[in-house]
């Protein structure tokens, strides 16, 4: 039985718009890709939903978008796709890892878990894996383990700067200053000019006591990177711990100019201001946490505290009703200084 011409037509019609249509999409994800490596995360993620649409059975699609999704923190999305892509390409060994970093992030913490292990099931060596498990497990303050996580990732690679780093805090949280000092040096001849790790070890230092090495560390940290907001807090903090006010007050100044939505920094100047009763600066101060955030309770009490010194008493008073409400103990100790008066 011969063929219909028309019928011969519209097949050749049929495959002429798929060819054109599947032109198009290649085009499509070329340009993803370039907006992906750009940085233009969302343009690539609205190119490869269209490109998935026409194509749902493309792993480097779905890994393209996957990845789209996780730099703009839509971890549920992320998750999501990286199955799809794990799905169409079942040793796709990155987009585990990823999967498992999208799963803690999105507070899926067993799941991390067990996806980082499907991945090392790929790589049963893979320094970058236990590296992860480590920063899941440290986020969950399960310091023990991130510990021996960071451990593996270095004894795997002992060239892996991040990994030195977050071995050292891990052994800050479990008061092993002996062993974050030796991580953190470690680092520092793997990278010299690091400054987390000469800020790493000015913590390191100021709980031991030894303050001059501390000052020496946190200072060589900010010679490094002049706009470290934490290196200059926790270099005011060796010298107002010291009640050397006057040398801790331009570092915190300069921790909350370089990080101005930090609550802490503007509150420990604020403190700073008290120490050195400058009441009219600690008020203009503690308001800036409040503006950040108006239940700060710390920021509350210094505020009262500094309300209190100025005389204005029914000011004072209002910040102890606050407190009363988020922290009943700061309210006490408020009211105790108000009702010596």
């Known amino acids: 039985m011969k063929k219909s011409p028309i019928l011969l037509l519209v097949l050749l019609i049929f495959s002429t ?36 649409a026409t194509n749902p059975k493309s792993w480097n699609v779905d890994y393209y978008l996957a990845n789209s ?40 913490f067993k799941q991390a878990l067990a996806t980082y292990q499907e991945a090392l099931k790929l790589k049963p060596d893979s320094a970058w894996v236990y590296y992860e498990i480590g920063v899941a497990n440290y986020g969950r303050k399960k310091y023990v383990d991130a510990e021996k996580a960071y451990s593996r990732a270095v ?18 949280r479990l008061n ?11 680092l520092i001849t793997l990278d010299p000019n690091s400054a987390r790790a000469y800020k790493g070890l000015g913590e390191v230092y100021n709980g031991k006591g030894l303050l001059v090495k501390s000052i020496e560390s946190y200072e060589k940290a900010i010679r490094i990177d002049p706009n470290f907001a934490d290196a200059f807090l ?4 060796v010298y107002y711990n010291s009640k050397e006010y006057e040398k801790s007050l331009p570092n915190y100044r300069n921790a909350a100019a370089k990080a101005p939505r930090w609550i802490t920094a503007w509150v420990y100047l604020g403190d700073n201001y008290i120490k050195l009763k400058q009441y009219t600066e600690a008020v203009t101060t503690y308001k800036k946490a409040i503006a950040i955030n108006k239940n700060q309770p710390n920021a509350i009490y210094g505020l009262g505290l500094a309300y209190h010194n100025l005389g204005m008493a029914a000011l004072a008073r209002e910040q102890y009703d606050k407190l009363v409400v988020l922290k009943s103990g700061l309210a006490t100790r408020l009211l105790n ?4 008066q």
Do not use: C, H
């Not at 092993?176 to 470690?186: F, L, P, S, T, V």
């Not at 926790?234 to 903090?237: D, P």
């Open 337 to 340: 200084v108000i009702d010596k």
């Open 234 to 237: 926790g270099l005011g903090s």
């Open 155 to 172: 004894a795997l690679d002992s060239n892996y700067q991040n990994a030195w780093l977050n071995l050292g805090k891990s052994y800050q």
């Open 69 to 108: 999704y996780y730099e703009l923190k839509r971890y549920t999305e992320a998750t999501r796709v990286y199955r799809d892509a794990i799905r169409l390409k079942p040793d796709l060994f990155n987009a585990y890892v990823f999967l498992g970093n999208s799963l803690d992030l999105a507070g899926n």
């Open 17 to 52: 718009v798929s060819v054109v249509a599947q032109a198009d999409a290649n085009k499509l994800f070329k340009d993803a890709v370039a907006d992906y490596k750009a940085k233009r995360y969302s343009q690539a993620a609205k190119k490869l939903e269209q490109v998935k």
């Open 176 to 186: 092993r200053m002996g062993d974050a000092e030796a991580a953190y040096k470690k």
